[in-house]
Every structure is written in structure tokens, then in C-alpha cells.
């Protein structure tokens, strides 16, 4: 009996570690207060682009980074991942970013460099900007002054 009662107070414990080791972060702005976000998929919106242009939208997807990459991707192992099925994200400082609950910064660095997102599942808000594609132009549109991100 002490035996199972050890066992359910360690396994309890490695749930509670689990669950806060891997805790959303949410970073917000007050640069869109007052705006209704429209909630589409990934693929609806990479799929009718030109009708969300303007449009304040919340997706769901995989944010990429790199040298000259700030992206966000279908999660979908069996879409095609290519750069124009991919929409650039732009985020600003205009649009500064803050940790919910705190005053720490997106934009933390001295050198205005972002938190590494990179493989990660993300929730955005955004205005879609079809005419801005990106780096080299090579994307569907732009994901422009991102004022939430849900870090997953």
C-alpha cells in the first residue's frame, strides 16, 4: 500500500513538472485594441489570400526563422512546405510585444532580435498584406504589425 501511495505521489509530481515545463506563452500589443480578429485556418487563408487582403485574421501554423526567413508554414506533414505556400510574418517594433502578465519584452535584446521561435507552433494576429510577399517576394502574403503571439 505505501508502495502504490509513492508511486502515485512521484508520478503526480512528473505531471505537475510536465505541465509547467510546457506552458503557452502569450505575447500581446496594444497596437490592435478594438480590432475583431477573424479566426481562419492556415489553409483557407493561404488558399484564398486575396480575399483576407486587409483583413485582420488568427491563424494557427509552424513559425520558421532563419537568415532572411521570418515564416509561418501549414503544420501538415502532407502539404507542400514550399515558400509560396508560406506566409512572411513581419513583426515591428511599432507593435511592441509583451509577455501576458509581465513587462518583459519580445524585443527583449538590445539588438532588436526577437525570441527564437523557430519549429514552433504558433496562434497569430495579424493584418494579411497581399502585395508584400516577402524576402525575394516569394511568399503568398504577409502576416503585417502582429499584435499576439501564442507560443506553443
Not at 79 to 96: E, I, K
Not at 112 to 141: C, D, F, I, P, W
Request: with cysteine; glycine share 8%.
Amino acid at each position: 500500500m505505501a508502495k502504490a501511495n509513492n508511486l502515485w505521489v512521484l508520478l503526480s509530481a512528473i505531471g505537475l513538472w510536465s505541465a509547467c515545463a510546457h506552458s503557452n506563452k502569450l505575447y500581446t500589443s496594444s497596437c490592435s485594441d478594438g480590432i475583431a480578429f477573424k479566426k481562419v485556418s492556415y489553409v483557407n487563408l493561404v488558399d484564398s489570400i486575396k480575399y483576407y487582403d486587409k483583413q485582420y485574421v488568427e491563424v494557427y501554423g509552424k513559425y520558421i526563422e532563419g537568415k532572411n526567413l521570418s515564416a509561418l508554414v501549414n503544420d501538415s506533414l502532407f502539404a507542400d512546405h514550399g515558400s509560396n505556400r508560406a506566409l512572411w510574418v513581419n513583426f515591428t517594433q511599432d507593435c511592441p510585444l509583451y509577455l501576458t502578465g509581465t513587462q518583459q519584452g519580445f524585443f527583449a535584446s538590445e539588438d532588436g532580435s526577437y525570441a527564437h521561435l523557430n519549429n514552433r507552433m504558433v496562434t497569430l494576429r495579424g493584418q494579411v498584406e497581399v502585395l508584400l510577399k516577402g524576402h525575394q517576394k516569394a511568399y503568398s502574403g504577409t502576416i503585417n504589425q502582429v499584435s499576439y503571439i501564442e507560443l506553443y
